[in-house]
């Protein structure tokens, strides 16, 4: 017989991941902001991101509950509940991604976060060139002949 494990059942970590949803999409950060010629104080309501990490302190917080083992599956102990900790880092990750597409994110910070990069060779056409890179300047008028 196995361990106990805290979490019965895969289903109740896709309830708990609804109840985190739920709150951070229903409860907006307001960023302060002082407008007009008189610096009027304004407070707009700013869309949270959902985050792997914020998921992780929402379980602890409400459940007393680590979910670090089932997340990692630890030992091979967790394998039921992989499908459902796939699920929930691909809605976090499409989360994240369009956020940052629609400008509500930080899409640098969000890059980041995901671990996107964007690599461009513009010097060496992806040859190697044994440490030493050789640049051309032409010097061109204004106005080309």
């Known amino acids: ?30 960023k302060t902001e002082y407008v007009g010629k008189d610096g009027d104080q304004v407070q707009t309501p700013r869309e949270r991101p959902l985050l792997i990490e914020g998921f992780f302190n929402f379980c602890h917080r409400k459940y007393n509950v680590s979910l670090e083992h089932y997340w990692y599956n630890t030992d091979g102990a967790y394998e039921e509940y992989r ?26 910070i969000t890059a980041r976060v995901q671990g996107l990069t964007e690599k461009t060779d513009v010097t060496t056409n992806g040859q190697e060139i044994g440490g030493k890179i050789e640049v051309e300047i032409i010097k061109r008028g204004l106005i080309e002949d």
């Open 1 to 30: 017989m196995g361990k106990h494990k805290y979490i019965e059942t895969p289903e109740k970590i896709g309830e708990m991941f609804e109840e985190y949803y739920k709150e951070v999409k229903g409860k907006p950060r307001l």
């Open 83 to 108: 499908s459902i900790i796939t699920r929930v880092k691909s809605i976090i990750r499409e989360d994240q991604i369009e956020g940052a597409m629609l400008g509500d994110y930080n899409s640098n």
